[in-house]
């Protein structure tokens, strides 16, 4: 059974940093997209970040040059870096798995992780 389990997530004060970790399971990680997603109360699912299986990295615009995706394919796991924190990041943040093979380009994702909570304070 394919397992996603993120960890990192807290509480900080506006500028401060967090790191979260996705350790992947039962699942061929190194020719896959992995994504982070991130959804705050009263709003919709946001695509905040993926990396593609030959590193290709993708961003939405609200953390361009503040987040940053990387992987370890030989631990399997996934990691987004977040810098200069808002509180408008205040979010659960999970991460997920594409399709074997498939593009990140493609946005499609099968695996999914049970989120971890990020809040941000002013």
Request: charged content about 20%; glycine content about 10%.
């Amino acid at each position: 059974q394919v397992q996603l389990a993120e960890s990192g997530g807290g509480s900080v004060q506006a500028g401060e940093s967090l790191r979260l970790s996705c350790a992947a399971s039962r699942l061929t990680f190194s020719s896959r997209c992995m994504g982070w997603f991130r959804q705050a109360p009263g709003k919709e699912l946001e695509e905040v970040t993926s990396i593609d299986s030959d590193g290709t990295t993708y961003y939405a615009d609200s953390v361009k040059g503040r987040f940053t995706i990387s992987k370890d394919n030989a631990k399997n796991t996934l990691y987004l870096q977040m810098n200069s924190l808002k509180p408008e990041d205040t979010a659960i943040y999970s991460c997920a798995a594409g399709f074997l093979g498939w593009s990140c380009r493609l946005k499609k994702y099968n695996y999914w992780g049970q989120g971890t909570q990020v809040t941000v304070s002013s």
